[in-house]
Every structure is written in C-alpha cells, then in structure tokens.
C-alpha cells in the first residue's frame, strides 16, 4: 500500500487542478446541474482508464521515441479546445450553441485529444508501475487506482458548477461565466502549444 502512495497523490493532484476536463465539467454543471453531467463524468472515466492502461502497456514509449506525436497531440488537443471555447463563449451570447452536455461517448473520445490526460497517463506508466509485478495486472492495477482517485475529483468540479448556479439565475451573469470558462479554454489551449 505505501508503495502506491505516491500514484494515489499524483492521481489525486492531476485530477483536482484545473484542466479541459475540469473547467467543462465546471461550466456543465452550472449550466445543466450534475444529473445532466454524469454521462460526461463517466465519460472521462471510460475514456481515460484504457488510455492509462494501453500507455502503461507500451503506448507511452512511442511518445518518448517520437516527440513530434507528443506536439502534434498538443496542437489538435490545443484546436478541440479552441472549438469547445468558441460554443461554450458563443451561448455566452445568445446563441444557443451549449443546448445540451457533453455526451458519455464525446468525453470518452476527448480523452484522445486530452494533453493533460496523455501527460497523467505517460506519467502513471512510465513512474508509478509496480517493479517486479507482470505488466498487465500491473497496468490494470494503476489504472484502477487513477480512475477511482479521478473520479471524485472530477465529480468535485461538476459539483462546484452546480454550487455556483444559483449565482447564474441572471442571464447576464450566465453569460459572463459562460465567456470566462469560455476565455480560460483559450488560455489552456494557447499555454499548450507555448
């Protein structure tokens, strides 16, 4: 147990700062409470499990041996979120570009474009692997562990939407919040490609 300490902080320290995942969890929550969030919660978790779990099989070496996939991650990773910013800003004012949550199967996939997953993901395979243990059950123990330590976390952010939506009752003010969390995807996005 102490030996996966470690792994546990960092589970818990990547999963509780701000990321794509969390500010959109954030902004869901405000604008559609956690009910309608939960598919996008679970999401993350289907999507970032086999993404810890095939890194810690080998996926993340390729990374290390071709750092141009590693950019080239940052840059379409950087272009998703610009996209997200421009609907997410766009129902800030007016137009009614965030009608719905993100989806289960759209968060799944977004953990393909992920940089900061891809970074959580490369880090568990290539520092908190158990020595001397098989690989596979290794990989799906370390995985397990990241995605039961994210998950609260994550859902912590949801919450944290849901706590500030009565603030958001005024239109004005849901618009306001909606172009910050809207602007902060932009700021992530460009601080990716720096």
């Known amino acids: 147990m102490t030996e996966l300490l470690p792994l546990m902080t960092y589970s818990f320290v990547m999963s509780s700062t701000p990321g794509p995942n969390n500010l959109m969890l954030t902004a ?6 956690y009910r309608r969030t939960i598919p996008h919660i679970l999401g993350i978790a289907a999507g970032h499990g086999p993404q810890i779990f095939v890194c ?4 993340g070496t390729l990374f290390v041996a071709f750092p141009v996939l590693h950019q080239i991650l940052h840059w379409v990773g950087a272009a998703y979120l610009l996209y997200l910013a421009w609907r997410l800003a766009g129902s800030a004012i007016g137009r ?20 900061k997953s891809w970074v959580k993901a490369i880090t568990v395979a290539t520092v908190f692997m158990p020595p001397g243990m098989p690989v596979l059950p290794a990989a799906a123990l370390v995985s397990a562990i990241a995605i039961a330590i994210g998950m609260p976390c994550v859902s912590m952010w949801a919450l944290f939407g849901v706590a500030i939506r009565r603030l ?12 910050i969390m809207g602007a902060s995807l932009v700021v992530l996005a460009v601080l990716l490609v720096a």
């Open 56 to 59: 810690c099989l080998g996926l």
């Open 28 to 33: 869901s929550g405000a604008n559609f409470g």
């Open 168 to 179: 958001l009752t005024d239109p004005r003010r849901q618009r306001v919040f909606n172009a």
């Open 96 to 115: 009614s570009e965030l009608s719905r949550p993100m989806t289960f199967w759209q968060a799944l996939v977004f953990q393909a474009v992920n940089p």
